[in-house]
């Protein structure tokens, strides 16, 4: 039976995700609702991706019983709140990065879902490219050498984004970090 997937925002990043996931199997994956602020955002995001139910409420979405997983796609502020009512609500989800703002609201998201028993990933789905495994088995295997030095530069100059922005520029900077873990592990 395919996974039943309800997705909290009709915003891009949410686009993206659908269209993403419509290249898999139906058999494997469906998305079968749509929650937003806006009942006419769900309705249009619904009719452009097919999907039979759209919802203006963030609680319609977690108490429907036809969704086995949720895509959390809204703004990061919003985050915390719809994750905590969706996982009260028996919903396992999928948080799009960041998972929170802070590590208090991060620690309460995970004591939940081991609370309730649920499933709850941050989507950083570049963690799962074959291409950082072989690299860090090359890195094991000391094929490449000893690790000197790390340099990271994600090319947006901070001076030149207006505030509101840098948290989005602060945001990608920390997948530059994510990268760096992925490879080398936790530093000691």
């Not at 998305?31 to 769900?42: G, N, Y």
């Not at 690299?135 to 530069?153: F, M, P, S």
Request: charged fraction near 20%; proline fraction near 4%; glycine fraction near 4%.
């Amino acid at each position: 039976m395919a996974t039943r997937w309800g997705i909290a925002s009709a915003g891009k990043i949410s686009h993206d995700f659908v269209t993403a996931l419509s290249v898999l199997p139906q058999a494997e994956h469906v998305v079968v609702a749509v929650a937003a602020r806006q009942l006419s955002r769900a309705k249009d995001f619904a009719t452009l991706h097919n999907i039979k139910a759209a919802y203006g409420s963030y609680e319609e979405l977690a108490k429907d019983p036809n969704v086995d997983v949720v895509y959390v796609g809204s703004i990061h502020p919003q985050h915390m709140q719809i994750t905590s009512l969706m996982l009260n609500s028996g919903k396992p989800c999928l948080v799009e990065k960041p998972l929170t703002l802070n590590l208090k609201e991060t620690k309460q998201l995970i004591n939940l879902a081991r609370n309730k028993k649920l499933f709850l990933m941050e989507a950083i789905w570049s963690r799962f490219f074959p291409v950082y495994q072989l690299l860090r088995d090359e890195l094991k295997a000391g094929t490449l050498g000893d690790v000197l030095q790390v340099i990271a530069n994600f090319g947006i100059p901070i001076e030149n984004v207006d505030r509101i922005k840098q948290v989005f520029v602060y945001m990608n900077y920390s997948m530059i970090f994510n990268k760096y873990f992925k490879l080398y592990g936790n530093v000691s």
